[in-house]
């Protein structure tokens, strides 16, 4: 509700650290839609006249941030602006050029078109242009919606990774039969440009198709040209990767943010809501061809380092029209990208499957695989790996370094000689005790280490366990011989065999084992004992007992049993 937006405005800047007089409230309906006269006398007027009447404020503010619950978009009248497709002209956008309180579609003269000529010098509040603001709109389906945005903002803003060292900027610029055309142009073109796709470590763009197929590992998504239906895409993928912004190049792109399915469920609040961008581009009513966001603008001043708000404000080509940002305009991409030649990579494959998997193993010097890739150019590199009983690693049971090796499979056995490297913990003869065990291992070269790659990172890797065997059996009554009930079977070895002094008829075998027992596959089946006499009538496993009932075996004949 609107009495929620206090409290998002005093939340939202506590989050970036903003003085509290950077802030206005306005007394504004709650309809996301209004009429321009409200527009003007509710939020374009007071918004001028407060800095105008606070020039020290004015002189430092550089962009303008439409809250929560403030209204997105307005119109004059039902053909003003045309096809509006239930919205209006941005309120967002009419607030970046404060001088003038007639709107329609004016040249931004801030604007740079990157796949044809990047703009090197970065914007400053000086070189802006009187009462010229860098906007952008925070506003969603509810206050944790909201507070969500600024938190991806914060998490993709905060970290010390490359953005693009496993990720993807996703294009789709052809949608055959579009009524804007065939293609987006502006988007090939930033595909295709030398300053947007060279080297494509930097720029790794891959195509798909927005309407059905999802985004695994996505960092930007551009999509042309579908308008409605945006709730019943694929937006889930995993990994989903980073998801700092996406455009689709659409009409009524963003004529509501406050709802996924009014509108026909439009682009801007699916890409947020359901598909868990930080941020989203999108038009408030009918934009025509040709007035839309650069998008290779906006790749490359975040690969530079710049904010979203900077990316999107001189990506876009006209002020006070209804093209905007829907998302933290203070979100930015600290490492973009790192050469790969520059990357140690962790360690891949690791195995075999029985020891990254939490199953039991008997063998306490256990092997395990993985394989190794060097950095480019070198020939070799060594390899570190640790065992543990604790997810920490805080008191390893083994710890070895290698010596530098060539790349490819490599593998370590428990307890191995020290010829081919240095233990730190454990050593040469070692065997495991029982209990489950985590394993990682990561790559060493002298420039530094890669990150640790865990066999599994919430559960023990392998389990130790003691092997399974016998310890008790018995041979037990079925018919109406005389004789004990239970005959003990001889389990020692080198022992000659029980002899069963019955008279022949059915034969029950009851086996007790040292620990439950299970079949492989877990159905009990006649096909996993073979018998060397008699015909096998019938299996039951009990916890740790298996019992067998045999028929027709001779009566002086030797009786084997096999697990297979």
């Given amino acids: 509700?609107?009495?929620?937006?206090?409290?998002?405005?005093?939340?939202?800047?506590?989050?970036?650290?903003?003085?509290?007089?950077?802030?206005?409230a306005l007394q504004v309906p709650a309809d996301e839609r209004i009429h321009r006269d409200t527009?003007?006398?509710?939020?374009?007027?007071?918004?001028?006249?407060?800095?105008?009447?606070?020039?020290?404020?004015?002189?430092?503010?550089?962009?303008?941030?439409?809250?929560?619950?403030?209204?997105?978009?307005f119109y004059l009248d039902d053909t003003h602006p045309p096809m509006q497709g239930g919205g209006g002209w941005s309120v967002t956008n009419n607030l970046t050029d404060l001088t003038y309180d007639a709107w329609y579609k004016r040249a931004n003269p801030h604007t740079f078109v990157a796949s044809a000529s990047p703009n090197s010098t970065r914007l400053t509040k000086a070189a802006l242009s009187t009462d010229c603001y860098l906007t952008a709109r925070l506003d969603g389906p509810s206050l944790a919606a909201v507070t969500a945005l600024t938190e991806r903002a914060r998490a993709i803003s905060d970290s010390p990774s490359p953005l693009l060292s496993f990720a993807h900027l996703y294009q789709d610029f052809v949608d055959i039969g579009a009524?804007?055309?065939?293609?987006?142009?502006?988007?090939?073109?930033?595909?295709?440009?030398?300053?947007?796709?060279?080297?494509?470590?930097?720029?790794?763009?891959?195509q798909y198709e927005s309407e059905n197929e999802p985004m695994p590992s996505c960092a930007l998504a551009f999509s042309y040209y579908r308008i409605t239906g945006w709730d019943t895409?694929?937006?889930?993928?995993?990994?989903?990767?980073?998801?700092?912004?996406a455009m689709a190049c659409n009409s009524w792109g963003a004529t509501t943010v406050r709802s996924t399915t009014n509108h026909g469920a439009r682009f801007v609040p699916n890409a947020l809501f359901n598909g868990g961008f930080a941020a989203a581009i999108g038009a408030t009513a009918e934009p025509y061809t040709g007035s839309e966001p650069q998008p290779s603008t906006i790749v490359w001043s975040l690969a530079e380092g710049r904010t979203l708000g900077e990316a999107c404000f001189q990506a876009n080509p006209y002020r006070n029209f209804m093209w905007e940002l829907v998302g933290d305009p203070l979100l930015r991409v600290p490492l973009w990208a790192v050469d790969p030649c520059q990357i140690l990579a962790p360690p891949n494959d690791l195995g075999p499957p029985e020891l990254v998997s939490r199953q039991e193993t008997t063998d306490v010097t256990p092997a395990l695989h993985f394989s190794l890739v060097p950095r480019c150019g070198e020939d070799f590199v060594a390899f570190r790996l640790q065992i543990a009983q604790d997810p920490t690693f805080a008191d390893p049971q083994v710890e070895f370094i290698s010596e530098p090796r060539s790349q490819g499979p490599a593998s370590f056995t428990v307890g191995e000689p020290d010829d081919c490297g240095t233990y730190v913990a454990g050593g040469q003869g070692q065997n495991l005790t029982l209990g489950g065990y985590f394993w990682r291992v990561r790559a060493e070269d002298q420039m530094g280490t890669s990150d640790w790659a865990p066999a599994s990172p919430t559960s023990a890797s392998f389990v130790v366990a003691e092997p399974l065997f016998l310890v008790r059996a018995v041979s037990r009554k079925m018919h109406a011989a005389l004789g004990p009930l239970d005959i003990e079977l001889e389990l020692s070895p080198g022992l000659p065999p029980t002899t069963e002094p019955r008279r022949v008829g059915p034969l029950c075998l009851a086996l007790e084992f040292n620990?439950?027992?299970?079949?492989?596959?877990?159905?009990?089946?006649?096909?996993?004992?073979?018998?060397?006499?008699?015909?096998?009538q019938g299996v039951v496993i009990q916890n740790n007992q298996l019992t067998l009932d045999i028929n027709g075996v001779p009566d002086?004949?030797?009786?084997?049993?096999?697990?297979?």
Avoid at 49 to 56: D, E, F, Q, R, V
Avoid at 519 to 535: C, F, K, R, W
Avoid at 556 to 564: A, E
């Fill in 1 to 24: 509700p609107a009495s929620e937006s206090p409290a998002w405005v005093q939340w939202y800047v506590e989050q970036w650290g903003i003085p509290s007089e950077n802030t206005l």
């Fill in 39 to 73: 527009f003007r006398s509710q939020i374009f007027y007071p918004v001028r006249n407060h800095l105008n009447a606070n020039p020290s404020l004015k002189t430092r503010i550089m962009g303008i941030i439409v809250g929560y619950r403030v209204p997105g978009n």
């Fill in 179 to 206: 009524p804007a055309g065939d293609e987006w142009p502006a988007l090939r073109a930033a595909v295709q440009s030398p300053y947007t796709n060279t080297p494509p470590w930097r720029f790794p763009w891959l």
């Fill in 233 to 245: 895409v694929p937006w889930l993928a995993d990994p989903s990767g980073s998801r700092v912004a």
């Fill in 515 to 536: 620990k439950p027992i299970q079949p492989a596959d877990g159905i009990v089946d006649l096909n996993e004992v073979q018998t060397s006499a008699g015909v096998l």
């Fill in 556 to 564: 002086t004949s030797l009786l084997s049993i096999l697990f297979p």
